[in-house]
T-cell receptor, first 114, second 116 residues
């Protein structure tokens, strides 16, 4: 079965705090792709990052960083020094190598309080 | 470079009616996927079109059908609308990556469908 779990439904932080969004996935495929998307109130999903299953190197992009751990089937997303503009719903997604379907989690709603 | 565009932005229909939603993919993309996103939920895969054919389908009834045109644009049709079809319908485009890998999907702004 293919599944993505985002256990945190809502998170609120004060501006400049760091915040980590959790993502746990399930797949039987040995090759797969993981993604994070941001959905602001406007509704459009904005691509943030893709990670291949054979590349466990963590990545940092500005205030964003991602921690991929195959041993725990997790792909967590950290925002450092959060800003009000980071307020949005964040989705983690899985694309197994078999098939073309993306499986999304239920999302984590992040509110950054000024 | 235009991104993924969808029309209309909003739509209100009544139960039993039929609706057609439209999507134009990002320039250079040849694959279009459709998703249904209910309020407070993640997007659910409806189907994907490539080379004018449905390549894969999610767990949606036959009331949901689609089409892809030679210019890669796509339509989503929903017949016999139910109240439960009220949702944000998202279109995403992508292109196959090099070496058999797959690239990220780029999403449009969505069409908000309300069924009364």
């Amino acid at each position: 079965a293919q599944k993505v779990t985002q256990a945190q439904t809502e998170i609120s932080v004060v501006e400049k705090e760091d915040v980590t969004l959790d993502c746990v996935y399930e797949t039987r495929d040995t090759t797969y792709y993981l993604f994070w998307y941001k959905q602001p109130p406007s509704g459009e999903l904005v691509f943030l990052i893709r990670r291949n299953s054979f590349d466990e190197q963590n990545e940092i992009s500005g205030r964003y960083s991602w921690n991929f751990q195959k041993s725990t089937s997790s792909f967590n997303f950290t925002i450092t020094a959060s800003q009000v503009v980071d307020s949005a719903v964040y989705f983690c997604a899985l694309r197994p190598n078999t098939g073309n379907q993306f499986y999304f989690g239920t999302g984590t709603s992040l509110t950054v309080i000024p | 470079d235009a991104g993924v565009t969808q029309s209309p932005t909003h739509l209100i229909k009544t139960r039993g009616q039929q609706v057609t939603l439209r999507c134009s993919p990002k320039s250079g993309h040849d694959t279009v996927s459709w998703y249904q996103q209910a309020l407070g939920q993640g997007p659910q895969f409806i189907f994907q079109y490539y080379e004018e054919e449905e390549r894969q389908r999610g767990n949606f009834p036959d009331r949901f059908s689609g089409h892809q045109f030679p210019n890669y644009s796509s339509e989503l049709n929903v017949n016999a609308l139910l109240l439960g079809d009220s949702a944000l319908y998202l279109c995403a485009s992508s292109s196959p990556g090099a070496g058999g890998s797959y690239n990220e999907q780029f999403f449009g702004p969505g069409t908000r469908l309300t069924v009364l």
